[in-house]
Every structure is written in structure tokens, then in C-alpha cells.
């Protein structure tokens, strides 16, 4: 790979991560001052693990809404089509330490949940698809491995 890309995603080597991380992607600054952080919230390692789509619906669901009572700063929680992760979009917050705790803060929610916001076919475009316990699962295990969030890069050798 020798032109770089648009996307940002695409010029990183996904070989050389090590699941689960957060790591900041990129910065947009507007017109006005305003600055978009995006960070990428890495759940399962790329090409080896996937989230199954019912469990990761049902996350991002749980984590849109829930992350809202943690920040008025968020604006956006979106799943990775290749369901490894998520996009954290936030708007003048530039604290990564301050996402860790809001990306923590926010699963323990999830934990503690009795059913998945919007989970009805007139605010979701596949009702169908979700599964409470396997978004559990996913919080659960991510949870687990806390201490692992700021090492984005396997160690050499």
C-alpha cells in the first residue's frame, strides 16, 4: 500500500493492532472552531474475531443512548461494517482520558440494563435483530480487559 487514503482506517495496519484498544483517529476542525475527535473503539482483533450482528445492534443501541447521560458531547456512536468495533465521534472534548472513563462508565450501564432502547419496529430499522445478553456479553468482556484500552499497537517480536 503506497497512496494514502481518504479514509483513515485504510492506512492503518490492521495487522499490527491488538484488540480491544481506544485509539484517537482523527480530528476535524470546523469552520467556526469547533473540532470533531473520533476515536475507535476496537473490540475484537481484525480479521480473527467479529461481533455477530444481533449482540453488536443491541450494543450500539445500549451505547447510543446510554453514553448520553455521561456527556452532552457525544455525537455519535456508529458500529464498523466489518463489526470489530465502533466509531466515538465527540465535539469539542479532546480529553482521551475523559472518553476512556465515558466508554467505561457506559457499559457498566450496560450491565445493568432490562432491555435494549428502541428495540420496536418503529424506531429501528431491523427490530429483529438484537440480542440484551450478547451486548452484555460484549460490555462484560471489554470491561475485563480495561487495562489493555491504551495499548492500540501487539508488542514487537
Request: proline share 3%.
Amino acid at each position: 500500500m503506497s497512496d494514502k487514503m481518504n479514509v483513515e482506517s485504510f492506512n492503518l495496519d490492521h495487522t499490527k493492532v491488538k484488540a480491544p484498544y481506544v485509539r484517537l483517529a482523527d480530528i476535524k476542525t470546523g469552520r467556526h472552531g469547533d473540532t470533531i475527535h473520533k476515536y475507535d473503539l476496537r473490540i475484537c482483533q481484525p480479521n480473527k474475531a467479529h461481533m455477530e450482528m444481533p449482540a453488536l445492534h443491541s450494543l450500539e443501541h445500549l451505547m447510543a443512548e446510554l453514553s448520553r447521560n455521561h456527556s452532552e458531547q457525544v455525537v455519535d456512536i456508529s458500529p464498523m461494517g466489518c463489526q470489530t468495533g465502533f466509531y466515538i465521534a465527540m465535539i469539542n472534548h479532546d480529553d482521551y482520558d475523559g472518553v476512556l472513563a465515558l466508554i467505561e462508565g457506559t457499559l457498566k450501564d450496560v450491565l445493568e440494563a432490562e432491555e435494549v432502547p428502541a428495540c420496536n419496529e418503529m424506531q429501528c430499522g431491523w427490530a429483529a435483530s438484537h440480542s440484551l445478553e450478547g451486548a452484555k456479553d460484549l460490555a462484560r468482556d471489554l470491561l475485563a480487559r480495561r487495562d489493555e484500552w491504551t495499548q492500540v499497537f501487539a508488542e514487537a517480536g
